[in-house]
């Protein structure tokens, strides 16, 4: 998945459904219920959650389509990419969010989906951004960029992640404001929603810090998150001391070399990676290229 750069267009209605689920004619399928065009390269989308399934928040699936016919044989073999899962593991459905790319084998197609579609949906999920491969801290980071905001998206609505911490920093860095949006109003949407006031407890939200960032075109707050943590300037803006292995943990999900030198950055901040079968300081998401 790439970062996306391009003309953004404003946001599209959301195309919103209840369609009667059809007999599945993919296999493992599922129905899309609601798809949302944020840019002309971005957009998010909802299907059936299968009965049986049962996931971490921070975990990804494959999911996709079938290929098309082998000019041979006729025969088709199914599409398949890791896309994180961006609802909470509470949530009746399940939610992706997508780059579109106009030659992508996969994304060229599934951005045309509209409600009533099926995909297919490989119900075994895995992956790094769970709660399970940190060990207990007191402040907890979520560094994103582009695409990379979807898995956070999930564990932002996790009650597991405010009863672990007393404050969360999520950090959204694109290339352009447009790209922001998605996450800008998942954020706005959970400190308004009474039903995880309900759920966590009231005044969750205000643990909740959001610092978004931008490298291309002008906003509030200018530059890729890791020159900033460099310079000083996040933690000056946000009122916290740098990382330390002491109170801090970390999640990264983005591009390949955002993901190498957020790790060389951490690491030098003493902070240890972790993985399921040995916790500690900070986790990344091998399977996620943004």
């Given at each position: 998945m790439q970062p996306v750069n391009g003309p953004m267009n404003e946001i599209s209605p959301v195309t919103d459904a209840a369609p009667i689920k059809p007999v599945p004619t993919?296999?493992?399928?599922?129905?899309?219920?609601?798809?949302?065009?944020?840019?002309?390269?971005?957009f998010s989308f909802r299907v059936t959650r299968p009965a049986s399934l049962r996931f971490r928040s921070g975990e990804f699936v494959m999911i996709g389509l079938m290929g098309d016919p082998n000019p041979e044989t006729g025969k088709q073999k199914p599409l398949l990419r890791a896309y994180s899962i961006?609802?909470?593991?509470?949530?009746?459905?399940?939610?992706f969010y997508s780059i579109k790319?106009?030659?992508?084998?996969?994304?060229?197609?599934?951005?045309?989906?509209e409600p009533g579609d099926q995909i297919i949906l490989r119900p075994k999920p895995v992956g790094t951004l769970v709660h399970d491969a940190l060990l207990p801290g007191k402040r907890l980071w979520l560094f994103a960029t582009g695409t990379g905001f979807a898995p956070f998206a999930s564990l932002l609505r996790d009650p597991q992640t405010y009863d672990d911490y007393d404050e969360v920093i999520i950090t959204h860095t694109c290339r352009?404001?447009?790209?922001?949006?998605?996450?800008?109003?998942?954020?706005?949407?959970?400190?308004?929603?009474?039903?995880?006031?309900?759920?966590?407890?009231?005044?969750?939200?205000?643990k909740l810090r959001y610092y978004p960032t931008t490298t291309?075109?002008?906003?509030?707050?200018?530059?890729?998150?890791?020159?900033?943590?460099?310079?000083?300037?996040?933690?000056?803006?946000?009122?916290?001391?740098?990382?330390?292995?002491?109170t801090d943990r970390a999640m990264i999900c983005g591009n390949l070399a955002?993901?190498?030198?957020?790790?060389?950055?951490?690491?030098?901040y003493g902070l240890e990676e972790g993985a399921n079968s040995k916790p500690a300081h900070y986790v990344v998401e091998k399977a996620f290229l943004d």
């Open positions: 993919l296999p493992d399928a599922q129905t899309v219920t609601q798809v949302t065009h944020w840019t002309d390269r971005l961006a609802s909470p593991s509470w949530d009746d459905e399940l939610e790319v106009q030659d992508g084998p996969l994304t060229s197609r599934l951005q045309h989906i352009e404001v447009g790209e922001l949006t998605y996450g800008a109003k998942l954020i706005e949407s959970i400190r308004a929603d009474e039903m995880l006031a309900e759920l966590i407890g009231e005044g969750f939200a205000d291309r075109e002008e906003s509030p707050k200018m530059g890729r998150i890791t020159d900033l943590m460099r310079s000083g300037e996040v933690f000056a803006d946000l009122g916290v001391p740098p990382l330390c292995p002491e955002f993901n190498l030198e957020l790790k060389d950055l951490l690491e030098s």
